[in-house]
């Protein structure tokens, strides 16, 4: 068989393609597990997501029965989905998640508390290399790898959503993860001494004031203060989409819910920002909902505060990637970067 100057290759005669000796996996797990609800799915190289699907976190005090219960329907999906032969690892989003460890550790929102080796007890339950790390870590991961951060390389994602305040920064390129793997832990950063009591153990951390728990503390410190009539008391929820309707309709009430979770809000990102020096803050989370009522005054904050060489340079950004499918695209990017390993080898 003459080369020809070519790669030598062997064809069989009832094939059409080229036999390889190594076939390559061309899919992975991407699972985001919040407080409410875990969403998981399945996601190919192109990273598009094939199939979806969700339970109710809560449903699983117990860390072991949800291991259990999301290793039975993560097979169940792979399997209608392509096959288990087709998935390479698994990539997980999770609060107060560990990559460095592989361990949720003390999550003050989730129900299991201590610390938890996830990733281990998922491994030994599919067979599969897993990879964990913090929800703002995937969040941001997913912003570089197809979001508003592609192309950036020194940038800050914030999520703002019911579970809380999270932050991850990258640096050159580069996550920052820290020492001991806790970095941009902005939301646990001290915007108010003796303030408002947090689920981490301190008062007046940042995501007491500029979470969707937050959001209700102020609705109700708002309606005690102010000194003229107020929709706000006739609401039976406080959701921010019931505090936008009531900013349409002009109530003074919402609309200064909104600029005091601003006014916070903008004070420490600008302090954020100082220390970092970021091309770019880029919000995501269900509080961004809130649109020009709460950006509108964080922005101005933010100018009042941040270092002066920096102001009017920082670009805030909303993300443009959905909120249903961000996390599960950034842990199917995690997933992809860990060592391949395989039970079924």
Known sequence: MSYNGQEKCYRNENMDTVESVDKIKTRVIGIDIRVKKTTFAVVDIRGEIVAQDHFSTLDFPDVHDFVAALSERIVALVEENGGYETIRSVGISAPSANLMTGCIENAANLPWKGSVPLAAMLRDRLGLAVALANDAH??????KSYGSAHGMKDFIVISISHGGLGSCFFSNGQPHMGYYGFAGEVGHTCVQVNGRQC?????????????????VTTVKEVIADIKEPTLLSDLKEFSIGSLIDCCEKGDKGAVEVFHRIGDVLGLGLANYASVLDPEAIILTGDMTAAGKWLLKPMRVSFDEHVFHNIRNKTRILVSI???GERDVLGASALAWDVKEYSLFK
Do not use: V
């Open 138 to 143: 995937i969040t941001a991961l997913a912003e």
């Open 199 to 215: 689920g981490c153990g301190h008062k007046g951390c940042l995501e007491t004031y500029c979470s969707e728990a937050g959001l």
């Open 321 to 323: 990637l959905k909120e």
